[in-house]
């Protein structure tokens, strides 16, 4: 049935569905990208166009996350941060790692679970150059995409 969904909604399902992946909504990368894989392996969609597609929709997606933590992370963690154990003082530390190693983290986030879609969020509010956070999230959302496509 899911191969069946994949298939009618095609390369636009697949970089939608992988957009709203890397947002803040829960739609896992592993129930788009191998029955797209498995419709490859059969013939029916091209194996490169679809870790493009879903490549091109994460980083679609991760920006949607960078732009709302550019526009108001700091200032809804600095309000709210203190009720939920994250104070400003807790901040002050990420925003100064990530401003050290936000190019490799951005990089190695996107291949890690549970962590891919907030990755964006620090670099968002260190306001990483939007050049590296772009390509640091294609290179790792590619690599994610290939392995679960052959998978």
Not at 39 to 58: F, H, P
Not at 59 to 88: D, H, M, Q, T
Not at 113 to 121: A, N, V
């Amino acid at each position: 049935m899911l191969m069946g969904v994949i298939e009618i909604i095609g390369y636009p399902g697949v970089f939608f569905c992988m957009a709203i992946e890397s947002t803040f909504i829960p739609l896992p990368s592993e129930v788009i990208i191998p029955p797209a894989g498995s419709l490859a392996y059969q013939g029916k969609m091209n194996i490169y166009i679809v870790i493009l597609c879903g490549t091109l929709g994460s980083v679609a997606g991760a920006l949607i996350n960078y732009w709302i933590s550019i526009k108001l992370g700091r200032a809804v963690i600095v309000k709210w941060g203190k009720y939920f154990k994250f104070p400003e003082v807790r901040l002050v530390k990420v925003e100064k790692y990530f401003n050290e190693h936000g190019a490799i983290s951005t990089f190695v986030g996107r291949l890690v679970l549970g962590l891919r879609h907030y990755i964006s969020i620090p670099a968002g509010l260190t306001k990483m150059r939007l050049d590296k956070f772009v390509l640091y999230t294609f290179l790792g959302a590619a690599i994610w995409n290939a392995i679960l496509a052959y998978i």
